[in-house]
């Protein structure tokens, strides 16, 4: 594979397991997050930090960074419970401002020339070429989006959809909301975690500017594209986020107008995404084919 294509893998397949996490927030659970942003960078520099100062290896630095992100999104997950439903969108915008000042200002986290020279990733002894990192980034997309699959058919999974559907009616059903609430924040931050670690050994560095309010505006963008509340929507909308400003280059400035202009669209013809119109197309294909199995031949009705 050549390296401009290789890149489109790594960075398309890191914003795709970040689109999964938030989609477990808001298309899961109906917790509408902007602030996705800070905890992808809490598992990037998590992952910087260990590699840098502890010289853990880089397998470690994967499992720590998602631990971390799971825990302080847990721990926010409390916070937003004493915040009302229709405010928890602006404290997450708060939190995302608030991580990066954090990593900026305090020199601990390399201040704003951040984290550099990070080690390159190995696995058993086996340095990581550009090439076999592509394919582990499309291996733990893979795991995130079967096990995102998985969740949905269990008793959290049922749990969080009618967390998502009607709230007061989920806690008169005796599920406990709160709970669910913090344990979905946890879960996005554990995914969200996993892929700022990868994204931090990919690039070798990070920077506080890598992860500002714009980043948790992408991340919304890929899911709303693609489909809000799919798994499929949050992976084709994250690759389509990913390749299309490169296609676009030769455009030079025109080409976030028109990326701008694409995302209005779908908005406005297909709210449900990408996905919800391949389902419609391919619900109006079934119905097509059924009326011509149906439908008899010409001149084949019986004769007496």
């Not at 659970?29 to 905890?39: D, T």
């Not at 998985?150 to 806690?171: C, H, N, S, V």
């Not at 509340?229 to 028109?258: C, M």
Request: hydrophobic share 60%; aromatic share 10%; net charge positive.
């Amino acid at each position: 594979m050549s390296g401009y294509l290789i890149s489109i893998i790594v960075f398309g397949g890191v914003w795709a397991i970040l689109a999964v996490s938030l989609n477990l927030l808001t298309g899961e659970a109906g917790l509408v997050s902007l602030g996705q942003a800070a905890f992808f960078a809490l598992g990037a520099y998590t992952s910087a930090l260990l590699a840098l100062r502890a010289e853990l290896p880089f397998l470690a630095c994967l499992a720590i960074s998602a631990l971390v992100g799971g825990v302080l999104t847990g721990a926010l997950g409390l916070l937003a419970l004493r915040v009302r439903d229709d405010f928890l969108v602006f404290t997450t915008i708060g939190v995302n401002f608030l991580v990066v000042a954090v990593f900026q200002y305090f020199e601990a986290f390399g201040g704003a020339l951040g984290l550099v020279a990070l080690p390159f990733a190995e696995v058993a002894g086996v340095r990581l070429t550009p090439q076999r990192y592509a394919w582990l980034v499309l291996a733990v997309l893979g795991l995130v989006v079967a096990a995102s699959f998985a969740l949905r058919r269990t008793w959290l999974g049922t749990g969080l959809a009618a967390l998502r559907e009607d709230e007061q009616a989920a806690r008169a059903l005796g599920i406990p909301t709160r709970a669910y609430k913090v344990v979905a924040f946890a879960l996005a931050g554990v995914v969200a975690g996993l892929a700022g670690g990868l994204y931090a050994f990919y690039l070798g560095s990070v920077f506080p500017q890598n992860f500002g309010f714009l980043v948790s505006i992408q991340v919304m963008a890929m899911l709303v594209l693609g489909g809000l509340g799919t798994l499929a929507g949050a992976v084709i909308g994250a690759f389509l986020l990913t390749a299309l400003p490169e296609v676009l280059r030769p455009l030079a400035d025109y080409r976030y107008t028109i990326l701008g202009l694409i995302l209005i669209l779908v908005v406005m013809v297909a709210p449900d995404g990408l996905v919800g119109v391949a389902r419609r197309w391919l619900t109006s294909l079934r119905r097509r084919g059924g009326q011509a199995e149906t439908t008899p031949p010409a001149g084949s009705e019986a004769r007496p």
